[in-house]
């Protein structure tokens, strides 16, 4: 069974629960995917939340980059989301592994970055999502 973590804003949770569905019903086991945390507990909670979903995407077969449209931004990936996509991508570079990356859409020229994901598109470093993943 192919693992998946799916990476994106925890504020789009009506889209978190979306494509946590779509990758159960099409088998996969899903590792990790963005949770909002308590204000209250921010603090305690974020490092073993942040800890853990690093690592899971060190045993995933696919990160899949939710990124939905945000703040009137399409394709918005923020910095936390961009860290975890890097953290992937360097997973493959410098230790081989072959964790698939794809992300649902091209994202705005408005996100910061952009040129880096265009740039990984080109190189086949990253994909864009097509339904047969």
């Known amino acids: 069974m192919k693992k998946v973590v799916i990476s994106g804003s925890a504020k789009l949770q009506d889209n978190t ?4 569905k779509y990758f159960a019903n099409k088998g996969y086991n ?3 995917y963005p949770r909002p945390i308590e204000k209250e507990k921010f603090m305690e909670l974020y490092p073993k ?3 853990d979903f690093f690592e899971n995407i060190t045993e995933t077969d696919i990160l899949f980059v939710m990124n939905e449209t945000k703040d009137e931004i399409e394709g918005y990936i923020g910095a936390e989301t961009f860290a975890e996509l890097t953290f ?3 997973q493959n570079l410098v230790y081989n592994k072959n964790i ?3 992300i649902l859409r091209m994202p705005s ?3 910061q970055s952009y040129e880096e994901i265009n ?3 080109k190189l086949g470093w ?3 999502y097509d339904k047969n993943i």
């Open 119 to 121: 740039l990984w598109l």
């Open 30 to 32: 899903i590792l990790d």
């Open 109 to 111: 020229i408005k996100v």
């Open 100 to 102: 698939q990356i794809v």
């Open 49 to 51: 939340i942040h800890k």
């Open 88 to 90: 992937a991508l360097m």
């Open 126 to 128: 990253i994909k864009l």
């Open 17 to 20: 629960n979306y494509w946590i």
